[in-house]
């Protein structure tokens, strides 16, 4: 648990720094999963060697949103469902941070659904942290697309007619080069795929179960959940897209049914998109940000580009 300081001294990260100073108690109801989420947060980032000033965390609205008032790190607090293209616009700018965006099932999986589908087909280098409480927890409890067929809410009184959406199959579907599915409830496991998930040089998609008391008292409170890397029961290749592809759809089917799996289901070694621009040259190797401060740096002005494609 040591990094690099500016002037290449190694020093140990204490996982306190990551505790924000202006506003260390999250307001969050008790018992809320989203303490989860922070917490394993607070742990993963010291583990893989990331100090505050490294990372970058850019959150949607919602309960979920105010991860990055608790956390002690870059934040950008978006508009709903927007929390994508900001974290890519600023992993664009600066390859050198380490980029986690977060949000809500109805934010990522909703209005911003279209934005998840296509940052992870695009394959950004980013770690992105759905908080899945299977309804919209900030606005009292709205049925979301996450919410169980027969949901009952103010929205959908009579039971929801909605089949929920698949958010581990939608994450392969569209791309996605590692897909996690952890809960709250599960401490342990939550750091180490989170970890996982900041180390993996692609989109990785974090579906994190987090249970809202306040607002889905009929929702089962994700115990007891089993690790389907830990059980005898399951046994697929999570490198085989096929095998991940039943896995999920399994996985997806069981919440429902009341067995809560959990664990890592895809992972996929194909070239982030940053990587990708680099050897087409058409992003620089160093941080484009680091520009800026560079008074040598010769910069390639939007005009100068225009003049280029005359
Ligand atoms: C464009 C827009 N539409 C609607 C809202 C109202 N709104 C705020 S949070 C929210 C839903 C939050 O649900 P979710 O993303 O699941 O987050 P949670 O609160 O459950 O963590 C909505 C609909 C908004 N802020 N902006
Ligand atoms: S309303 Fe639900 S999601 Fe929001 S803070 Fe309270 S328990 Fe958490
Ligand atoms: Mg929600």
């Not at 020093?11 to 108690?25: K, L, M, S, V, Y």
């Not at 394959?123 to 049925?143: A, P």
């Not at 409170?221 to 046994?235: A, T």
């Amino acid at each position: 648990m040591s990094a690099f300081n500016a002037i290449g001294e190694e020093r140990d990260i204490d996982r306190e720094e990551f505790t924000a100073g202006n506003e260390p108690q999250p307001t969050w109801c008790p018992g809320c999963g989203d303490f989860g989420v922070l917490k394993a947060l607070k742990q993963a980032l010291p583990e893989v060697g990331r100090t505050p000033e490294e990372v970058l965390t850019v959150t949607g609205i919602g309960c979920s949103g105010k991860l990055n008032s608790y956390l002690d790190t870059y934040g950008f607090h978006t508009i709903h469902g927007r929390s994508l293209p900001v974290a890519r616009a600023a992993k664009l700018a600066n390859d050198g941070l380490e980029v986690i965006a977060a949000g809500g099932d109805g934010d990522g999986y909703g209005i911003g659904g279209n934005h998840f589908m296509h940052t992870a087909r695009e394959n950004h280098d980013m770690t992105y942290i759905v908080f899945n409480n299977e309804v919209f927890g900030l606005t009292k409890g709205q049925t979301s697309p996450t919410s169980p067929k027969g949901h009952k809410s103010k929205t959908t009184p009579h039971g929801n007619a909605k089949s929920p959406i698949r958010p581990l199959s939608l994450g392969l579907t569209s791309g996605a080069t590692y897909i996690a599915r952890t809960a709250a409830v599960n401490p342990n496991q939550a750091k180490e795929i989170i970890a996982e998930a900041i180390e993996h040089d692609g989109f990785a998609h974090i579906d994190f179960l987090t249970q809202c008391p306040t607002w889905n008292k009929d929702a089962r409170q994700y115990v007891p959940y089993v690790d389907v890397q830990e059980s005898d029961d399951y046994d697929f290749d999570i490198t085989d897209r096929e095998e991940a592809q039943d896995m999920m759809f399994e996985a997806e089917n069981a919440l429902h049914e009341g067995t809560v799996l959990t664990g890592r289901f895809f992972v996929d070694e194909r070239p982030s998109y940053q990587e990708q621009k680099k050897d087409l040259g058409e992003m620089p190797r160093e941080p484009l940000a680091e520009r800026y401060f560079d008074d040598d740096a010769e910069w390639e002005r939007s005009y100068d580009l225009l003049d280029r494609h005359k």
